[in-house]
């Protein structure tokens, strides 16, 4: 931490402490007795403005007298798991061999992260991005409306997500994924509750939620009624809850179209079998 701060000896101060100033936007001053550990240094470093902007802090004279960026490792970092995170890469993309040489090609300066790294890194995002939409959250005027559903992943474990949409002080929609979460079995309507009450607690909008949207299963029906009540025991649902619970429109026309394929389930198995059969060799598909 200490390459980002000027130190200012003790002597100019009353109480004969070091104090530290940022490099980057001169903010200060911070009490630099060591003794006090680095966590301030480290809180204004990750938040400082005027290093994130890239202001002449960060800039170098190269050889030719043009100002260019210092090598930032911090920010190195950042951008490496925000890279990971925004393309769904592995957090060994960090060690693939191909993508460190681009980066010491780019900047001689660079000193490639591990895989253990990206994934701290990554999951400090989360945090610090889950923190900053609690906030947001929690400054909200407006109830929320909140949606659920459960998958299967391929070995068969389930999970359930949780999202929140809500419109903003300056009338904007927000949807925000709040939850994705391994629910294990069983999942049955007390499960599901407990499940969803307690992710709302830990969100802290248990008493601003409006309604909920959930598909058709019987457990949904029992949970949502329990959850109602758990609800309005917190802060009274708007008109009691009567509006509490919102049936997918999507799996309803779902189950609607499911329905009318029966009636010509035949000729849609015979439809695949025959392309099945076309596309079984490159051959017929040229005689095709």
């Known amino acids: 931490m200490w390459k980002h701060y000027n ?117 400090k995002i989360y945090k610090r991005e889950k923190q900053r939409l609690k906030e947001s959250l929690g400054l909200l005027t407006s109830r929320i409306c909140v949606t659920s559903d459960l998958w299967t992943s391929c070995v068969g474990h389930g999970f359930l997500s949780l999202t929140a949409h809500y419109i903003d002080d300056n009338w904007r929609l927000h949807s925000k994924i709040l939850n994705f979460v391994h629910l294990p079995p069983p999942h049955n309507a007390s499960a599901l509750h407990d499940k969803i009450h307690d992710l709302l607690k830990e969100w802290k909008i248990h008493k601003k939620v409006f309604t909920i949207t959930l598909d058709n299963a019987r457990a949904n029906d029992n949970m949502q009624d329990l959850l109602r009540d758990t609800l309005n025991v917190h802060a009274r649902l708007p008109c009691g809850g009567d509006f509490f619970h919102i049936r997918c429109g999507a799996h309803v026309l779902n189950l609607i179209v499911k329905e009318g394929l029966k009636l010509i389930d035949v000729g849609i198995i015979k439809v695949k079998e025959l392309v099945k059969y076309v596309t079984g060799s490159e051959g017929r598909k040229l005689k095709f």
């Open 7 to 123: 130190i200012k000896e003790g002597k100019h101060f009353n109480d004969a402490k070091d104090r530290a100033y940022c490099k980057y936007c001169n903010g200060g001053p911070i009490d630099a007795d060591s003794s006090n550990g680095t966590s301030n240094f480290r809180r204004h470093t990750e938040t400082c403005s005027a290093r994130v902007s890239g202001d002449v802090g960060q800039m170098m004279m190269a050889k030719d007298g043009k100002l260019v960026r210092k090598f930032n490792r911090y920010e190195y970092k950042e951008l490496v798991a925000q890279a990971i995170i925004k393309h769904g890469y592995t957090f060994t993309f960090a060690e693939h061999e191909g993508n460190r040489t681009i980066h010491i090609y780019l900047n001689e300066n660079c000193v490639p992260i591990s895989r253990n790294t990206a994934r701290s890194h990554c999951i």
